[in-house]
């Protein structure tokens, strides 16, 4: 329907709007009020198209970038303390596109950024509660905030806690990044529902070694971007994988299609011809955890889309210095 104005009703010609204007137009209303409301009706429809179409997909936008993107390792874990909120901050400051964190369920069920499935390596809590090897799930979230993870790498970070998964995400995305977030356990719903309660579905992407888990996100939420990490501790179905190879094969392809995943995270052992492939069935293909500029530009000139790095100044004046090489 073309009213006056040359602006285009968007209404299916089914629906009950479309009747209803309809009808009135062909009454034998006068014509400037017929115009007052095809603009009136014109001006709503707009405005609900842009609510519905509005840009807000930035992790959508970022994997149609033609330079690879630079993901920072649990931050920018080579020079402050992993999966903290200074990591991310410096990560974000040398130019990082997405930031990779990880997480794991406190015991009252909270997802809390943190690598290991113990405490040990990167806090203070053998110390502070005198037993080692504790697992996260082991402590509330709120005991875990008591704890300091940022002396174990340096002092100047003495005091630096461990965020929620929550927290990090909201400062990150504050900092202009897009969150990269691995699930390491728990299952889905308890993303999907923190991801949905705060409207942050597609402003984060989601990946997994647990295949399974990234099918049960994509069957709850199927509009979330979602990344394969591989090669998988568990395939689809629920069935631990016995890693024939590390390497990227067809085989691999073919249950990837299972998960929902459209970004394939793969070790280093990825092929010119298997990264071909990947992108032949409308992949991406991101790459872990390369530190050197030179390896890094080979694997982009051999397709990869995404390089995920401890050293992010000089991964992303690697993949800078790429520009206009491909297109
Ligand atoms: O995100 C890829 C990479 O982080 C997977 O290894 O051990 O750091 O979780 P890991
Ligand atoms: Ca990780």
């Given at each position: 329907?073309?009213?006056?104005?040359?602006?285009?009703?968007?209404?299916?010609?089914?629906?009950?709007?479309?009747?209803?204007?309809?009808?009135?137009?062909?009454?034998?209303?006068?014509?400037?009020?017929?115009?007052?409301?095809?603009?009136?009706?014109?001006?709503?429809?707009?405005?609900?198209?842009?609510?519905?179409?509005?840009?807000?997909?930035?992790?959508?936008?970022?994997?149609?970038?033609?330079?690879?993107?630079?993901?920072?390792?649990?931050?920018?874990?080579?020079?402050?303390p992993e999966n903290t909120?200074?990591?991310?901050?410096?990560?974000?400051?040398?130019?990082?596109?997405?930031?990779?964190?990880d997480y794991h369920l406190s015991k009252?069920?909270?997802?809390i950024v943190i690598h290991d499935a113990t405490f040990d390596r990167t806090t203070d809590a053998r110390k502070r509660w005198g037993k080692s090897r504790l697992r996260i799930g082991d402590r509330t979230a709120d005991e875990i905030a008591a704890l300091d993870a940022g002396s174990w790498f340096?002092?100047?970070?003495?005091?630096v806690r461990v965020p929620?998964?929550?927290?990090?995400?909201?400062?990150?995305?504050?900092?202009?990044?897009?969150?990269?977030?691995?699930?390491k356990s728990?299952?889905?719903?308890?993303?999907?529902?923190?991801?949905?309660?705060?409207?942050?579905?597609?402003?984060?992407?989601?990946?997994?070694?647990?295949?399974?888990?990234?099918?049960?996100?994509?069957?709850?939420?199927?509009?979330?971007?979602?990344?394969?990490?591989?090669?998988?501790?568990?395939?689809?179905?629920?069935?631990?994988?016995?890693?024939?190879?590390?390497?990227?094969?067809?085989?691999?392809?073919?249950?990837?299609?299972?998960?929902?995943?459209?970004?394939?995270?793969?070790?280093?052992?990825?092929?010119?011809?298997?990264?071909?492939?990947?992108?032949?069935?409308?992949?991406?293909?991101?790459?872990?955890?390369?530190?050197?500029?030179?390896?890094?530009?080979?694997?982009?000139?051999?397709?990869?889309?995404?390089?995920?790095?401890?050293?992010?100044?000089?991964?992303?004046?690697?993949?800078?210095?790429?520009?206009?090489?491909?297109?």
């Open positions: 329907m073309q009213p006056k104005g040359g602006v285009t009703f968007r209404f299916p010609p089914q629906s009950k709007t479309w009747w209803h204007i309809r009808r009135f137009m062909e009454s034998p209303a006068p014509a400037a009020c017929t115009i007052a409301l095809t603009q009136a009706v014109t001006i709503s429809q707009a405005l609900v198209e842009m609510k519905v179409s509005k840009p807000d997909f930035p992790a959508r936008a970022l994997i149609s970038r033609a330079r690879p993107v630079v993901i920072g390792h649990r931050g920018c874990c080579a020079i402050a909120l200074p990591s991310f901050k410096l990560g974000l400051d040398a130019g990082a596109d997405l930031i990779e964190l009252d069920g909270i997802p340096d002092a100047r970070f003495a005091g929620r998964l929550a927290e990090a995400l909201e400062f990150i995305q504050r900092g202009g990044g897009v969150p990269l977030i691995e699930h728990g299952r889905a719903e308890t993303c999907v529902k923190l991801l949905r309660e705060r409207g942050w579905i597609n402003r984060v992407v989601v990946i997994s070694f647990d295949w399974s888990y990234l099918r049960e996100f994509h069957q709850l939420e199927p509009r979330q971007l979602l990344g394969a990490l591989g090669p998988p501790t568990r395939i689809a179905g629920g069935r631990r994988s016995r890693v024939a190879s590390r390497r990227l094969s067809v085989g691999w392809l073919d249950r990837l299609a299972e998960t929902g995943a459209k970004i394939l995270v793969w070790n280093r052992l990825v092929s010119e011809a298997a990264m071909e492939r990947a992108h032949r069935r409308g992949l991406k293909v991101w790459v872990y955890t390369v530190n050197d500029p030179e390896l890094a530009i080979r694997l982009a000139g051999r397709g990869a889309d995404g390089i995920i790095t401890n050293e992010v100044a000089a991964i992303r004046k690697a993949m800078s210095s790429m520009a206009g090489s491909r297109s």
